[in-house]
Antibody, heavy 121, light 111 residues
Framework: QVQLVQSGAEVKKPGASVKVSCKAS????????MHWVRQAPGQGLEWMGW????????KYAQNFQGRVTMTRDTSVRTAYMELSSLRSDDTAVYYC??????????????WGQGTLVTVSS | QSALTQPRSVSGSPGQSVTISCTGT?????????VSWYQQHPGKAPKLIIY???KRPSGVPDRFSGSKSGNTASLTISGLQADDEADFYC???????????FGTGTKVTVL
């Protein structure tokens, strides 16, 4: 069965960077785009960007341009999201989410369990 | 790209139907048939329940249905059950610099 398992919670100081991992299993990692979505406490969902695990191509939301970097390591079927210059309003749960495949794209069919990133001095 | 507009909350009694609206623009909801809906229980990851406006993934009950008219998409939950109490988010493909936009979220309460 498809599973996305994310790394554990992080506490960072303002100005630091954080790197969250998302290990995929149960499907061919390179066949499906991986997206990152975040959710601030008590707030809604916010799309951050995607990575094509096959090519490494990325697309980032305008709000995160210059601060986010998405990478992948196909040898361990893992996607990564690094966010730099952290601010207090980056405190959120960060999710990886797989994009649906053939004839069912442009949606997010499987999600990781989420990683809480807390930014505090 | 602004968030899609959803009502903050809707409620209904067990067995009743509720409908959640999701209003966007001609650049997102109105331009693409790529509206999806997600159910999120407290402390859990979102779960896909509708994609491509009205299609249901396998395993999702047919009590959940989706539709779209113009710039507004809708999710209807019929035969409301206690476990339906959750937050619901719509999402639309929008192309451009930020190709995905989520709705503001709706809390469904089962009375």
């Amino acid at each position: 069965q498809v599973q996305l398992v994310q790394s554990g919670a992080e506490v960072k100081k303002p100005g630091a960077s954080v790197k969250v991992s998302c290990k995929a299993s149960g499907y061919t990692f390179t066949d499906y785009y991986m997206h990152w979505v975040r959710q601030a406490p008590g707030q809604g969902l916010e799309w951050m960007g995607w990575i094509n695990p096959n090519s490494g191509d990325t697309k980032y939301a305008q709000n995160f341009q210059g601060r986010v970097t998405m990478t992948r390591d196909t040898s361990v079927r893992t996607a990564y999201m690094e966010l730099s210059s952290l601010r207090s309003d980056d405190t959120a749960v960060y999710y990886c989410a797989r994009e649906g495949g053939y004839r069912a794209t442009k949606n997010f069919d499987y999600w990781g369990q989420g990683t809480l990133v807390t930014v505090s001095s | 790209q602004s968030a899609l507009t959803q009502p903050r909350s809707v409620s209904g009694s067990p067995g009743q139907s509720v409908t959640i609206s999701c209003t966007g623009t001609s650049s997102d909801v109105g331009d693409y048939n790529y509206v999806s809906w997600y159910q999120q229980h407290p402390g859990k990851a979102p779960k896909l329940i509708i994609y491509d406006v009205s299609k249901r993934p396998s395993g999702v009950p047919d009590r959940f249905s989706g539709s779209k008219s113009g710039n507004t998409a809708s999710l209807t939950i019929s035969g409301l059950q206690a476990d339906d109490e959750a937050d619901f988010y719509c999402c639309s493909y929008a192309g451009g610099h930020t190709p995905y936009v989520f709705g503001t979220g709706t809390k469904v309460t089962v009375l």
